[in-house]
């Protein structure tokens, strides 16, 4: 009796042991996933940028990098990809195909996960310097204001005239539900605009 009761223990403590490893092996996944995505996004961003076109980072992707996305003040240095699938959100940033290319007038709209590339969202601070770099320059926004909107009920504006950036993310930040209509929105307006 006594050795089945150490047997069925060993083999639960084998099936939890298991079933953590598991899990955490998918956490870490994830970011591991991200940064190798930067990495290689880093790479085809310079090819881009030395030979013109679209770089894929990887043979089969569908996504290419189209921008340079950083915020010194928090040390971010992020390349951001065309299109905005989940799939593709899952690599890095992506710029809303719908809204105005880098450098062009309207808004630009970038969004990215919460909780891997724009996790520094949360310490934005009216002010801020974003600047986004294209392959047509280096364009500099002023952070205006932040606001938790519900996606449900809001559309970002395209305004035609002028040059906006718009940041989204999914909020809370800390919400372990990813089907919440909540998305936090950050807004500047261009500065300076420096050619290349």
């Known amino acids: 009796m006594e050795l089945i009761r150490r047997r069925l223990l060993a083999l639960l403590l084998l099936i939890v042991s ?24 880093e790479r085809a961003w310079q090819q881009s940028l030395e030979q013109g076109g679209n770089v894929k980072p990887w043979p089969w992707a569908d996504i290419w990098p189209v921008a340079r996305l950083r915020v010194e003040r928090l040390g971010v240095d ?17 710029h809303n195909r719908d809204s105005a ?5 309207g808004t630009v709209v970038v969004s990215g996960h919460r909780d891997t590339h724009f996790r520094f969202m949360q310490l934005l601070q009216a002010g801020d310097a974003i600047e986004l770099e294209s392959r047509e320059g280096r364009f500099r926004y002023r952070l205006e204001e932040g606001a938790v909107v519900d996606a449900r009920q809001t559309q970002i504006a395209n305004r035609e005239e002028g040059h906006y950036l718009a940041l989204v ?7 372990l539900d990813s089907s919440g209509s909540l998305r936090y929105l950050v807004s500047g307006t261009r500065e300076v605009a420096e050619w290349f």
């Open 18 to 41: 298991v079933a953590g490893g598991w899990q955490f092996g998918q956490g870490v996944w994830i970011y591991a996933k991200a940064g190798l995505a930067q990495v290689l996004m």
């Open 78 to 94: 992020l390349i951001v990809m065309r299109g905005q699938s989940g799939e593709a959100l899952a690599f890095g940033p992506g």
């Open 101 to 105: 290319q880098p450098g062009n007038n």
């Open 169 to 175: 993310t999914c909020y809370p930040f800390n919400s």
